[in-house]
């Protein structure tokens, strides 16, 4: 197994409050790695320092064995790593088609051909591909905030996958969806990950999700990985058990 | 095609024939003040696409327009042709603001509106102070109205023609740039610049694009304006125009793309007619304004949206 | 051409002014997130207040006094009220663009409904000179100077010593933590918009017998303010005394060294190079990248 992400002695110190701290650990291809912790863990944080949404106090974050730490957003994004976020994240005045070209346009083409080539970027067939994939087909021409918000949520997720990314870090993709939404949400993106062999890596507070969906899990409290392992093995871990009933 | 389809290209149309025929029943003056009003429009234009599609705030819009009108005045009168003059004003304002924007928009983005309004006061400072170049206070007088491929624009109600004709032309060219990809990632920067840089798009980069490339047109704007008046002193490109241009481009309606011909008309035309008030127009505008910005911050043209469109709240973003 | 000591004296003095608005400048942006395009007008129309009571043959103590209430209920409370309030709600920049069309309508009324011409103001200080350390100071200088000075240490204290001026910080520095600390956010904000008003109307009263009352007199002000404010640290009141006093030295060097046309320059270009080299401002803390 090959390391997509390898993270090592990433550190965040908000004044002298160490938000994460010293956290290392890998990511393998095509797993499903789930992260848990209690609120506050810095699991959020942790995403964001990886993701060059914040800068790191100390440690390294490399992708495919090269360094990326602190690279732009949108740099790390055109490496082929994709993400969500906690809060629903489209955009609410375009259309649901309109939201989806965006997610791909920026790897199509020069920027010049952008300017002056097609406006769908030419992305049309694969934008018909991920709306079909994301069952959002009687809503893709409507406004993507008129929308309820399990589809959102899928078009939040549909919009991370459209550049094809090796890599896609989930924030709490279950965060308020209804069961019934879930189960699909769900079974979408262990199809994604079968059969285009995706790398996810995802936050949950959603025990049960994040337990059927995860090949392994790293448990984060006060910064610090405590536990790791098969889900079974994290479940009965004394030691998560403590940090979640707190003391 | 269904009559509603037609419906718009059909109304865009009727409103250039009727423009080009305005100057028919008008005198010199009002010809000339209608020019004033397709190159103030164009200024605006090019302001819209950096505050109204990017939602970037540029107070020096009048210093372009200003730095385009010099350009071109100064140049035509060492004898460059005006086809070329318009192109070089143009370019000219998209470099200055390219080079004004890099710094500034590394940092934060109400920086740039920081930036621009010294960038705004430096620019009157140097037209009114360098005597050599730009006439100091007695400015530039004399200058001509170009021979276009052998069309004399030299009467009023052809040099008109000829800034309708421009209008158009920059009007195509911005809408063409608000429907390509580039318009959607300057809208994504604007809605939500995190996530946007999520999805690949170079925030900094669009930021900066849709700054100069707003700024150039500012230019190009300038470079109709010298032949328009045939003379030009600092006075009118002050700080004072960059902020009018800035609050026409709010009451018109920021990120709607006929906005700014409203903005314009009201900032340009409605003074005209309302004379006799003279400084009261002045007290009243700018109280209107705030009672718009309070209560319709989408301007005139999101209230017309509204109005037309009441029923239909799932429609994908047209404007 | 003055003595290098006179010019920086006299800049302690334009700088304290400077200091005063651009401190009103901060403290806005930090409590509620406005930038208020308006701050020149601001501190030019206190003056405007005064000089009506003054029609009404007033002293000078109590229409200074007069000006400074009316400038706290209209330019504080009302301003907050009428302006702020609705429109912060559609962002930070609509707001800001909201106070450029204050400003607009602040000076045109001026100019339209008192007067286009500058109006002559009494001084508070008499007109002698005085000698110090061989440069030739106005008492009018030096009042100004002290009370402005006055007016800034006693901010501090109130700010550092007060329980009142405490909550007033943890609001400036996180508005989220400070309301689950208990803290009346709303009334705090409040508050600030009242001190700005007052600092701005204490401004007006000492620099307007020099300059002269003038509906234009807010564009030098409130550029001045923006440009201490920034210099010093956006995020700092301390960061806005050092860019004012700063400024008003730099100001005055200027006027007697560089062209009297290229004055207004100078200020500009200091303003470009900090945001260029130093974009938190001289004292300013770093904040995180949004982008």
């Given at each position: 197994?090959?390391?997509v992400l390898e993270v090592?002695?990433l550190?965040?110190?908000?004044?002298?409050?160490?938000?994460?701290?010293?956290?290392?650990?890998?990511v393998?291809?095509?797993?499903?790695?789930?992260?848990?912790?209690?609120?506050?863990?810095?699991?959020?944080?942790l995403f964001n320092c990886i993701l060059g949404q914040a800068s790191p106090?100390?440690?390294e974050v490399k992708l495919d064995g090269k360094p990326v730490t602190g690279m732009r957003p949108c740099d790390l994004n055109r490496h082929g790593v994709g993400r969500t976020f906690?809060?629903?994240?489209?955009?609410?005045?375009?259309?649901?088609?309109?939201?989806?070209?965006?997610a791909?346009?920026e790897h199509?083409?020069?920027?010049?051909?952008?300017?002056?080539?097609?406006?769908?970027?030419?992305?049309?067939?694969?934008?018909?591909?991920?709306?079909?994939?994301?069952?959002?087909?009687?809503?893709?021409?409507?406004?993507?905030?008129?929308?309820?918000?399990?589809?959102?949520?899928?078009?939040?997720?549909?919009?991370a996958?459209?550049a094809g990314p090796r890599l896609v870090l989930l924030d709490?993709?279950?965060?308020?969806?209804?069961?019934?939404?879930?189960?699909?949400?769900?079974?979408?993106?262990?199809?994604?990950?079968?059969?285009?062999?995706?790398t996810?890596v995802?936050?949950?507070?959603?025990?049960?999700?994040?337990?059927?969906?995860?090949?392994?899990?790293?448990?984060?409290?006060?910064?610090?990985?405590?536990?790791?392992?098969?889900?079974?093995?994290?479940?009965?871990?004394?030691?998560?058990?403590?940090?979640?009933?707190?003391? | 095609?269904?009559?509603?389809?037609?419906?718009?290209?059909?109304?865009?149309?009727?409103?250039?024939?009727?423009?080009?025929?305005?100057?028919?029943?008008?005198?010199?003056?009002?010809?000339?003040?209608?020019?004033?009003?397709?190159?103030?429009?164009?200024?605006?234009?090019?302001?819209?696409?950096?505050?109204?599609?990017?939602?970037?705030?540029?107070?020096?819009?009048?210093?372009?327009?200003?730095?385009?009108?010099?350009?071109?005045?100064?140049?035509?009168?060492?004898?460059?042709?005006?086809?070329?003059?318009?192109?070089?004003?143009?370019?000219?304002?998209?470099?200055?603001?390219?080079?004004?924007?890099?710094?500034?928009?590394?940092?934060?983005?109400?920086?740039?509106?920081?930036?621009?309004?010294?960038?705004?006061?430096?620019?009157?400072?140097?037209?009114?102070?360098?005597?050599?170049?730009?006439?100091?206070?007695?400015?530039?007088?004399?200058?001509?109205?170009?021979?276009?491929?052998?069309?004399?624009?030299?009467?009023?109600?052809?040099?008109?023609?000829?800034?309708?004709?421009?209008?158009?032309?920059?009007?195509?060219?911005?809408?063409?740039?608000?429907?390509?990809?580039?318009?959607?990632?300057?809208?994504?920067?604007?809605?939500?610049p995190v996530r946007a840089a999520s999805l690949g798009v170079d925030t900094r980069r669009?930021?900066?694009?849709?700054?100069?490339?707003?700024?150039?047109?500012?230019?190009?704007?300038?470079?109709?304006?010298?032949?328009?008046?045939?003379?030009?002193?600092?006075?009118?490109?002050?700080?004072?125009?960059?902020?009018?241009?800035?609050?026409?481009?709010?009451?018109?309606?920021?990120?709607?793309?006929?906005?700014?011909?409203?903005?314009?008309?009201?900032?340009?035309?409605?003074?005209?007619?309302?004379?006799?008030?003279?400084?009261?127009?002045?007290?009243?505008?700018?109280?209107?304004?705030?009672?718009?910005?309070?209560?319709?911050?989408?301007?005139?043209?999101?209230?017309?949206?509204?109005?037309?469109?009441?029923?239909?709240?799932?429609?994908?973003?047209?404007? | 051409?003055?003595?290098?000591?006179?010019?920086?004296?006299?800049?302690?003095?334009?700088?304290?002014?400077?200091?005063?608005?651009?401190?009103?400048?901060?403290?806005?942006?930090?409590?509620?997130?406005?930038?208020?395009?308006?701050?020149?007008?601001?501190?030019?129309?206190?003056?405007?207040?005064?000089?009506?009571?003054?029609?009404?043959?007033?002293?000078?103590?109590?229409?200074?006094?007069?000006?400074?209430?009316?400038?706290?209920?209209?330019?504080?409370?009302?301003?907050?009220?009428?302006?702020?309030?609705?429109?912060?709600?559609?962002?930070?920049?609509?707001?800001?663009?909201?106070?450029?069309?204050?400003?607009?309508?602040?000076?045109?009324?001026?100019?339209?409904?008192?007067?286009?011409?500058?109006?002559?103001?009494?001084?508070?200080?008499?007109?002698?000179?005085?000698?110090?350390?061989?440069?030739?100071?106005?008492?009018?200088?030096?009042?100004?100077?002290?009370?402005?000075?006055?007016?800034?240490?006693?901010?501090?204290?109130?700010?550092?010593?007060?329980?009142?001026?405490?909550?007033?910080?943890?609001?400036?520095?996180?508005?989220?933590?400070?309301?689950?600390?208990?803290?009346?956010?709303?009334?705090?904000?409040?508050?600030?918009?009242?001190?700005?008003?007052?600092?701005?109307?204490?401004?007006?009263?000492?620099?307007?017998?020099?300059?002269?009352?003038?509906?234009?007199?807010?564009?030098?002000?409130?550029?001045?303010?923006?440009?201490?404010?920034?210099?010093?640290?956006?995020?700092?009141?301390?960061?806005?005394?050092?860019?004012?006093?700063?400024?008003?030295?730099?100001?005055?060097?200027?006027?007697?060294?560089?062209?009297?046309?290229?004055?207004?320059?100078?200020?500009?270009?200091?303003?470009?190079?900090?945001?260029?080299?130093?974009?938190?401002?001289?004292?300013?803390?770093?904040?995180?990248r949004?982008v």
């Amino acid at each position: 197994m090959t390391a997509v992400l390898e993270v090592s002695n990433l550190s965040k110190h908000y004044g002298g409050i160490a938000a994460v701290d010293g956290v290392t650990f890998e990511v393998f291809e095509g797993e499903i790695l789930g992260i848990i912790g209690p609120n506050g863990s810095g699991k959020s944080t942790l995403f964001n320092c990886i993701l060059g949404q914040a800068s790191p106090s100390a440690g390294e974050v490399k992708l495919d064995g090269k360094p990326v730490t602190g690279m732009r957003p949108c740099d790390l994004n055109r490496h082929g790593v994709g993400r969500t976020f906690q809060m629903l994240q489209v955009f609410p005045a375009l259309s649901v088609r309109e939201n989806l070209i965006l997610a791909g346009q920026e790897h199509q083409g020069t920027a010049v051909g952008r300017l002056f080539g097609r406006a769908d970027a030419g992305l049309s067939a694969t934008v018909e591909r991920m709306i079909e994939f994301f069952r959002l087909t009687p809503v893709a021409d409507l406004r993507a905030g008129g929308l309820s918000f399990g589809q959102q949520k899928l078009l939040d997720c549909a919009m991370a996958f459209m550049a094809g990314p090796r890599l896609v870090l989930l924030d709490e993709p279950a965060g308020g969806v209804n069961p019934t939404m879930l189960g699909s949400l769900g079974e979408r993106l262990r199809a994604l990950n079968a059969e285009h062999r995706a790398t996810f890596v995802v936050i949950e507070h959603n025990m049960e999700f994040v337990m059927s969906l995860c090949t392994r899990i790293l448990v984060l409290a006060e910064g610090k990985i405590i536990a790791e392992g098969p889900p079974e093995q994290v479940r009965r871990d004394p030691k998560v058990i403590e940090a979640y009933l707190g003391n | 095609m269904t009559l509603q389809r037609l419906a718009v290209p059909g109304a865009i149309l009727a409103g250039i024939i009727a423009l080009a025929l305005a100057p028919y029943g008008l005198k010199n003056y009002g010809i000339s003040i209608l020019g004033l009003w397709a190159v103030t429009t164009i200024a605006a234009i090019g302001l819209n696409l950096t505050l109204g599609y990017a939602g970037q705030v540029s107070l020096a819009q009048g210093a372009f327009v200003g730095i385009g009108a010099y350009a071109t005045a100064i140049l035509m009168a060492k004898g460059v042709p005006f086809g070329a003059t318009l192109l070089l004003s143009g370019l000219l304002c998209f470099a200055i603001g390219w080079l004004l924007g890099y710094p500034a928009l590394r940092v934060q983005h109400h920086y740039l509106a920081f930036v621009t309004l010294a960038f705004a006061t430096l620019a009157f400072l140097v037209f009114r102070n360098e005597q050599w170049l730009t006439g100091g206070i007695y400015g530039i007088s004399g200058i001509r109205r170009p021979v276009i491929l052998g069309w004399n624009t030299a009467p009023e109600r052809a040099y008109f023609h000829f800034c309708l004709i421009m209008l158009v032309l920059v009007s195509g060219f911005v809408w063409w740039i608000v429907r390509s990809p580039w318009g959607r990632a300057f809208l994504a920067l604007r809605e939500n610049p995190v996530r946007a840089a999520s999805l690949g798009v170079d925030t900094r980069r669009y930021t900066l694009m849709a700054f100069a490339i707003g700024a150039g047109i500012g230019g190009v704007a300038g470079a109709l304006y010298a032949p328009l008046v045939t003379y030009i002193d600092p006075v009118p490109f002050a700080l004072s125009f960059s902020l009018n241009l800035l609050l026409m481009v709010i009451v018109g309606g920021g990120g709607y793309f006929f906005g700014p011909f409203v903005g314009a008309m009201i900032a340009v035309l409605l003074p005209e007619w309302l004379r006799f008030a003279q400084g009261l127009y002045l007290v009243a505008y700018a109280a209107a304004v705030m009672v718009l910005l309070v209560f319709w911050p989408s301007g005139i043209m999101g209230i017309l949206d509204r109005l037309l469109r009441p029923a239909d709240p799932n429609q994908g973003a047209a404007r | 051409m003055e003595s290098l000591l006179y010019l920086v004296l006299a800049g302690l003095m334009t700088g304290a002014i400077y200091a005063l608005v651009a401190i009103g400048f901060t403290l806005l942006w930090q409590t509620s997130q406005t930038i208020n395009f308006a701050q020149g007008e601001f501190a030019m129309l206190p003056a405007f207040f005064m000089l009506v009571a003054l029609n009404l043959k007033l002293p000078l103590w109590l229409a200074i006094l007069l000006g400074v209430g009316v400038s706290i209920l209209l330019l504080g409370l009302a301003f907050k009220r009428l302006l702020v309030d609705p429109m912060l709600r559609h962002g930070v920049l609509p707001l800001a663009i909201a106070t450029m069309a204050l400003a607009i309508f602040l000076k045109e009324s001026v100019k339209e409904f008192y007067s286009a011409e500058a109006q002559r103001f009494p001084s508070l200080f008499p007109e002698q000179k005085v000698d110090v350390g061989g440069a030739m100071i106005s008492i009018q200088s030096i009042g100004v100077f002290l009370v402005a000075i006055a007016a800034v240490v006693a901010l501090q204290l109130f700010l550092s010593r007060t329980r009142t001026g405490r909550s007033m910080q943890a609001v400036a520095q996180n508005p989220t933590v400070a309301r689950i600390l208990g803290v009346p956010v709303e009334r705090m904000i409040l508050l600030t918009f009242a001190i700005n008003a007052a600092l701005v109307a204490l401004a007006s009263a000492l620099v307007t017998p020099i300059y002269l009352a003038k509906f234009s007199n807010g564009e030098v002000l409130g550029m001045a303010a923006f440009v201490a404010a920034i210099v010093g640290g956006f995020n700092q009141i301390r960061g806005a005394i050092a860019g004012g006093f700063l400024l008003g030295i730099v100001d005055n060097i200027a006027a007697a060294y560089v062209s009297t046309q290229y004055r207004a320059a100078i200020p500009l270009l200091i303003l470009i190079v900090v945001i260029m080299v130093r974009p938190q401002g001289l004292l300013g803390r770093a904040e995180e990248r949004t982008v």
